[in-house]
């Protein structure tokens, strides 16, 4: 019987691995801004993490990078607030790039919303405040309803999509109040007689087209992004289940083929042909009580081979003395033949030779 009882499992070639399709290709945004990324976000998730902590790191990547371009956008509003009238800008606009970058402090820690929250709640009073503090209000002043967009972009892309919609709602509102009641130029006032209604729509139809886009724009976004993670769940679940069925067909072949192994063995041993024990393959542990009690039996087997050689032996010898033994007492002159017979029966035949012996010398 050859000691390669079982043989090695077949491998099986694996077409396609969940790193294909998991982990994507860096594009520009990574190389561009991984310096940035490295210090406001957190590192990208392995590709077989689950979809929570994807969803967690996309938001944090997410708010790290709409926070970037929104603080080059301050950085580069800052030198222009010293030209303005309102002294109070420049003031304001450091304070609003100390809180985004408290935000991004926040956003490092895991806490993407609360740092959005923040974020959107700052910039809206920042720019209200600029706004009531302008004083008198004049036309070119108008353009500063403009920068509620910029609010709106960051509620949308940082809290929930829906979020827009109340945001333009209250900005609506201010922008109406605001022209009804705050001091104007003597310009502004003329013209807010004669013209408030097209004064009033162009702000506040931005508001409105812009929060529909955005979130369309978004809510399409982020069912895609869904559908994606889906999509690479279902590969992962997929790759999982044609793994497991690969090896539990890999390993009921093996089991088969190693039972079919132990009846060989088992028929060799019964027909006295043991050469060595079974050994214990890793591959097939659930096995192995099996083995160790044929193992044991073989033991015993060799050990009842054993003696029932020694059985035969000792009965030939029996005969083949006792034979010797008859024609002894035929011819009692003759001295008694003595041979070793390798068996138990051997001291016997010593002690009836020696017996002979002491009787011959009385």
Not at 50 to 74: D, M, Q, Y
Not at 120 to 138: G, H, K, Q, R, Y
Not at 298 to 313: G, K
């Amino acid at each position: 019987m050859s000691r390669t009882l079982f043989p090695e499992p077949p491998t099986t070639k694996q077409a396609w691995s969940p790193g294909e399709v998991l982990t994507p290709e860096p594009d520009w945004q990574d190389r561009l801004l991984g310096w940035w990324y490295r210090l406001t976000a957190i590192p990208e998730p392995p590709a077989n993490a689950s979809f929570v902590k994807r969803e967690i790191a996309r938001r944090v990547r997410l708010f790290s990078t709409v926070a970037f371009f929104f603080l080059i956008v301050l950085i580069i509003f800052f030198p222009a607030c010293i030209f303005l009238p309102n002294r109070l800008v420049i003031y304001l606009d450091g304070l609003i790039i100390a809180i985004t970058v408290f935000t991004l402090v926040l956003n490092r820690m895991r806490k993407p919303l609360m740092a959005g929250l923040i974020l959107v709640i700052a910039s809206e009073l920042v720019l209200t405040a600029v706004i009531v503090t302008t004083l008198p209000f004049d036309e070119t002043s108008i353009q500063l309803y403009d920068l509620y967009l910029i609010v709106d972009l960051l509620a949308v892309s940082l809290l929930r999509p829906q979020t827009i919609f109340a945001l333009a709602f209250s900005n609506s509102l201010f922008i109406y109040f605001d022209l009804m009641y705050q001091q104007h130029t003597q310009v502004l006032a003329h013209d807010l007689v004669t013209q408030f209604i097209p004064v009033l729509v162009r702000p506040v139809g931005l508001q409105i087209i812009i929060a529909g886009v955005a979130y369309l724009w978004v809510r399409s976004s982020t069912r895609a992004i869904t559908r994606a993670d889906r999509a690479e769940m279902i590969a992962a679940l997929e790759h999982t289940i044609a793994e497991e069925r690969a090896y539990s067909e890999q390993a009921r072949m093996q089991l088969e083929e190693s039972i079919q192994q132990l009846v060989k063995a088992h028929i060799e041993a019964v027909n006295g042909q043991i050469v060595a024990k079974i050994p214990y393959p890793p591959e097939v542990k659930i096995l192995w009580p099996l083995i160790g009690v044929i193992n044991s039996l073989w033991v015993r087997l060799q050990h009842t081979h054993q003696v029932e050689f020694e059985l035969q032996q000792l009965k030939r010898a029996i005969t083949a003395y006792a034979e010797t033994l008859h024609q002894a007492a035929i011819t009692p002159q003759q001295p008694l033949p003595m041979y070793r017979t390798k068996t138990d029966l051997d001291p016997l035949i010593l002690a009836i030779g020696h017996l002979q012996r002491t009787q011959r010398k009385q």
